[in-house]
């Protein structure tokens, strides 16, 4: 499409794009470049946790621009010392590394644990993944994936990930050798559809891991940072892994990402790991931003209660429509339909008028529900009432 002087035209391809142009962001709405308003339940795949343009975030961007923008990764700056800080009192981890997407937070988690292996159990280099599970598109975290169609697209693959299967500690027993070094999973599988682990299992293979000697990697890009009402997921199941990575929300829109680990698993050597912009002072100031907002008095209670009314809301409307119910964790949900009819539903929605409708579906039989943590129950009752209309065939 023609956008003033320009055309979309000059754009890679690599997803097809409504036409439209959205120019501007505020809370739990989009406008598109015709002044259109839209719902927004997607919220940048799950990365605006306090909604588009809060305050905070605002605030942290404008300060720390006219202050530093990157003096380099060979030097410290505040606000990485800061955010670093932050999320080691806060969780079970004790170093922090940034980076700026979750693949990439994901690669250094894969390059720390093999790197662990080498100096600890002999070499071993297998990390077990599990089926539909999704942890990036690097070659490397492509080949993590357990994404249908993914082991042959880029060939050849980087070798060393089996595939167990989701919430069956038996099939990750039967994967553990010589040469394994880590168990790498979503708390809540978000691309593959949003299946919750059974928190059984997450203490089974805790248990397990440990019991063999290895690692325990969780991949909290989606589920990390309040999105299911605990700051990590993890914490529903009591359980503390050997290392985390973070993506999406942690940046509140911006790109951030972080791998975090116990001490004893800190093995990088200097020349190892890094990144021209890991840790810069412009994206880490947000980061503190986002989760003091997290750690403030009720914030994920709140969290908690918005999700266990979603829930409520979401049920109601299968009962009425006849569908499969629904499923998730905190504000990362799914309803699932009775058919093949998600992607039409997510089309409806964006063309609906004058108040249009983002929702997500990871699969054609479920819609994801992906709002900021901070919407409101009106705006949850709002998306509830147009997905009503939506679902009436
Ligand atoms: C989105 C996502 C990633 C990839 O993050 P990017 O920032 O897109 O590289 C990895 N793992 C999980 C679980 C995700 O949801």
């Known amino acids: 499409m023609q956008y003033g002087a320009y055309s979309t035209d000059s754009l890679m391809t690599i997803t097809s794009r409504p036409e439209l142009v959205f120019e501007r962001g505020e809370g739990s709405w989009l406008y598109d470049h015709q002044g259109k308003r839209y719902l927004d339940f997607i919220q ?10 809060p305050p905070e975030i605002t605030a942290a961007l404008t300060a720390q621009a006219g202050k530093l ?21 806060n969780s079970c981890f004790d170093r922090v590394f940034f980076a700026n997407t979750g693949a990439e937070a994901n690669e250094g988690a894969i390059k720390l644990a093999r790197k662990w292996g080498q100096l ?19 070659l490397a975290t492509m080949s993590a994936s357990g994404k249908a169609g993914w082991d042959t697209i880029f ?25 394994t070094v880590a168990v790498m999973l979503e708390p809540v599988q978000g691309e593959g559809g949003v299946i919750p682990a059974d928190l059984e299992f997450l203490k089974a293979l805790r248990a397990l891991t440990a019991a063999h000697g290895i690692l325990l990697i969780v991949d909290e890009v989606q589920t990390g940072v309040g999105r299911t009402g605990k700051l990590f997921a993890h914490e529903h199941a009591g359980i503390e892994p050997d290392i985390m990575t973070l993506g999406k929300g942690i940046g509140g829109g911006v790109p951030l990402a972080a791998l975090l680990a116990r001490e004893a698993i800190c093995c990088f050597v200097p020349g ?19 989760v003091q907002r997290m750690l403030a008095p009720g914030f994920l209670a709140e ?53 249009g409708l983002l929702l997500n579906a990871p699969r054609p039989n479920l819609l994801r529900f992906m709002p900021a943590l901070n919407v409101s129950a009106a705006e949850i009752d709002q998306m509830i009432d147009l997905l009503d209309g939506l679902l009436k065939k």
């Open 120 to 138: 600890n159990r002999d070499g071993a280099f297998e990390i077990v993944t599990f089926g539909h599970s999704f942890h990036g598109r690097t």
């Open 155 to 179: 060939a050849p693959q980087v070798s060393g990930f089996p595939k167990a299967v989701y919430n069956d500690i038996a099939s990750v027993e039967a994967l553990i050798g010589p040469k």
């Open 272 to 290: 190892d790991q890094g990144g021209t912009y890991n840790g810069n002072p412009l994206m880490t100031a947000v980061g503190v931003a986002v």
């Open 69 to 89: 923008l990157n003096p380099s990764p060979a030097f410290y700056n505040g606000p990485m010392v800061e955010l670093a800080g932050l999320l080691t009192a």
């Open 44 to 53: 940048g795949w799950a990365v605006n946790c306090l909604g588009h343009c």
């Open 303 to 355: 969290v908690e209660a918005s999700g266990q009314y979603l829930s409520r809301c979401l049920l109601e409307l299968s009962a009425k429509h006849g569908l499969q119910g629904e499923r998730g964790s905190g504000l990362l949900r799914a309803l699932i339909l009775d058919d093949e009819r998600g992607p039409d539903i997510v089309r409806r929605g964006l063309e609906l008028a004058p108040t």
